[in-house]
């Protein structure tokens, strides 16, 4: 009979100690473990400060033959408090083991808060240049801010869903799909989670997901990416879009209060301030909106939505004079939504509603269509072809409940967060038009 | 000035209460929304089952015009204690509101725990299949299921990530790859987050993701899904692949003990029973292993792993001598591993390890290889092509701290835990060889 091995017991005389809690071993002796952040030799004497996940911590030491920068490193030593020290701790080396050598000196100097460099080359060598502190700490809070999205809805009685993003059908027509051979079939990335997490209300009545979605866009710009985290939601039972928008309202506040309580070195190091949230967002229809940049500032709104510059200006509208960074701008028209978008009585406008933050749309939601017959007048009345449609239209056929929802473009959020201008490096490894690696 | 509009207000008496709460409010007026899950009428009586997402509760009325079951409809009523109505309450309906008509009658009879169809059948109709019991139940498991993967994860520190499922190679070599035209050049589907979850753990030494992963495999197995939820980790800093067992272990529990508390009606409702699951899971190494099945039960395995009578076997084995429904299977030779596995000194095996679950693996982990001149060496031993891996080899020249990681199939975790023969039922719209829609 054979008997399970035991566990090999690692023979470390300490634990690893996190550079952040050195406060709490002042005289002691430490293990730390992490990358070779920085190294200076003074003749006999060398300094290596050590980077974990946590923070920096220097180590001083002599006799030692400090590798590479961006080295894995552990350093075994004593701590001393020394105010110059960052942290107000130095580690008086006793031990000091290189756990892997870089064998190549990085194309970028990770400990610099800017990097003169092509920002083409900050994405070529993403695969270092994401250990950078500025990129490290956007991409820590965008996953603070999807651990609240989860967090908040979950204690909501929201269910997280899973559904396919290899389709038959695009979700919101057939522009901007990547096209995939599946089996000999032609089939689709997905868009959104559009229909499914409309079949899930009918399952669980509230439900949300967090998962990537596709956009073949061909022009390259700052708020656009080709895959993208799209945290995405939808309720049942509702009376009418203003339960949807909120619900919005009431998450967002739970995340900003979240990354208020764990972000603030983040925030800090990016020189970035949580919004200008109110308790209630303002709204205000479309129309109006349109009216009301034309009125304060002049500016004319082509098409039938607002323009970027329109966006921009009617959020500093209402950050100067509602002191809110969002507004919800609210029933859209028809012809600037898609056919699944509850009509308002009258059929010129909809349910449908975008969120603005600090000068750009961040979420588009609405009431959707629930009823089959208004389905099918909707797709008739916009002109599209019901039998294409019918793999959509079908589900509507068994009592789908008054609903609604909206999805937010977790790495725009991000960007706006923090002030960073291109969707790009809110992402760990974008993909856009000329980009297919790293 | 545009004065921003106030919320349009739902101008209900009651809030809405969930059936689960009635024995809150008995001898009370509430307000129900859910589906109406069966009706009866006899003669002047009538008799409508709602079904919300926490149950369902009868309401019995007269005068009624009932609609096909599946409409969503209002219930206004006295609660009153009726110890044979399911729940132990019956609604004495006041008012009865069809929110929305179902318009065609349900393909499959939702309130029947077993449906005589093909299986087929249950998948193409999947939007309104979904609804049964078992299946809402199934999904429900795997949401809690994966809510206490997240939950686990970042109580010990990790960060989580989004990574690229458009790749421009695959991580485990060329085959069973999805292809795709990324604006004129060849992409792929991404098999798993290998790579991008390794270079993360240069970031934050602590990673996991939760994203669809694609398998293009032509075979239609009860096992494989060509679209799965891949519930993947990473840790750095590791001083074995005994770290990430060890890891896998705690996360298990801890999942379990969530299950436990949360989904007790599920695994009721579905028969199914939470697995023995020791503190220390047992460990045999992968050649003991094949020679164990073949003393113990004459079962000679061919090719190089396990096969799935011996995963059968071995798992047997386990539950009855040992008394758990886990073993992990450990130290696989090189040659059933790919070339990035952690090679043990001597070069014939590795630290790379699965983990079986009652008679199936549900993981592939590891200790992976994190210096460059190792892998360097690896790629030769492979005899794979040094050139076409630069883009993965090239991450390793910047000291990657020792790390390993594995990855669980939530659906065939799932799968497992419920008694679901077939891997396709634990997963809400799946993709298979022949199965694109819904």
Redesign the interface.
């Given at each position: 009979?054979?008997t399970?091995?035991t566990?090999?017991q690692?023979t470390?005389a300490l634990p690893?100690t996190l550079t952040r809690d050195l406060g709490r071993h002042d005289g002691q002796q430490v293990r730390l473990?992490g990358?070779?952040h920085a190294r200076r030799d003074l003749g006999g004497v060398q300094f290596a400060v050590l980077r974990?996940?946590s923070g920096v911590a220097q180590c001083v030491g002599s006799g030692l033959h400090l590798?590479?920068p961006?080295?894995?490193i552990e350093v075994t030593g004593t701590v001393k408090a020394h105010p110059k020290a960052p942290g107000g701790y130095e580690i008086q080396i006793t031990d000091f083991r290189v756990?892997?050598?870089?064998?190549?000196a990085?194309p970028l100097e990770i400990p610099k808060m800017e990097w003169n460099v092509n920002p083409e080359t900050m994405l070529d060598y993403?695969?270092?240049s994401?250990?950078g502190l500025k990129?490290?700490a956007t991409?820590?809070v965008?996953?603070e801010l999807?651990?609240a999205f989860?967090e908040h809805l979950?204690a909501e009685?929201f269910?997280?869903?899973?559904?396919?993003?290899?389709?038959?059908a695009g979700a919101e027509g057939g522009a901007n799909l990547?096209?995939?051979?599946?089996?000999g079939?032609q089939?689709y990335?997905a868009q959104s989670p559009q229909l499914?997490k409309q079949?899930?209300v009918?399952?669980?009545?509230?439900v949300y997901e967090?998962?990537?979605v596709?956009r073949?866009e061909?022009h390259a710009t700052s708020r656009h990416l080709?895959?993208y985290?799209s945290l995405d939601v939808e309720m049942?039972?509702i009376?009418?879009e203003?339960?949807v928008?909120?619900l919005e309202n009431r998450l967002l506040v739970s995340i900003m209060a979240h990354l208020k309580a764990t972000c603030a070195a983040e925030f800090a190091l990016l020189g970035a301030a949580l919004p200008a949230l109110p308790d209630?967002i303002?709204?205000?229809?479309l129309m109006?909106a349109r009216e009301?940049v034309h009125r304060e500032y002049g500016h004319v709104v082509g098409g039938k939505d607002l323009d970027p510059e329109a966006e921009r200006l009617l959020c500093q509208y209402y950050l100067e004079?509602?002191g809110s960074d969002f507004v919800f701008v609210?029933k859209y028209p028809r012809a600037a939504r898609p056919f699944y978008a509850y009509p308002e009585e009258g059929g010129e406008l909809t349910r449908g509603f975008d969120l603005l933050f600090r000068g750009i749309e961040i979420t588009s939601g609405g009431q959707r269509i629930?009823?089959?017959?208004m389905l099918m007048d909707s797709i008739r009345t916009y002109k599209l072809n019901p039998e294409s449609l019918a793999?959509y239209s079908?589900?509507f056929?068994?009592?789908?409940?008054?609903h609604g929802g909206f999805a937010i473009g977790?790495e725009r959020l991000t960007a706006r967060l923090l002030g960073i201008a291109n969707v790009r490096y809110a992402?760990?490894?974008p993909?856009d038009?000329?980009r297919?690696?790293?």
């Open positions: 009979m054979t399970p091995e566990p090999a690692a470390h690893r473990q990358f070779l974990d996940v590798p590479l961006e080295s894995s756990l892997s050598a870089a064998v190549q990085s993403r695969y270092v994401l250990r990129e490290r991409l820590r965008q996953a999807v651990r989860h979950n009685g269910t997280e869903i899973s559904t396919p993003k290899i389709v038959s990547f096209k995939l051979d599946y089996f079939e089939a990335l499914y079949i899930m009918g399952v669980f009545e509230r967090v998962a990537p596709y073949a061909e080709n895959e985290l049942g039972f009376d009418s203003e339960d928008m909120a209630f303002p709204r205000i229809p109006e009301l004079r509602h609210t629930n009823e089959y017959e793999g079908e589900v056929k068994y009592g789908m409940p008054p977790a992402r760990a490894f993909r038009r000329n297919l690696t790293p």
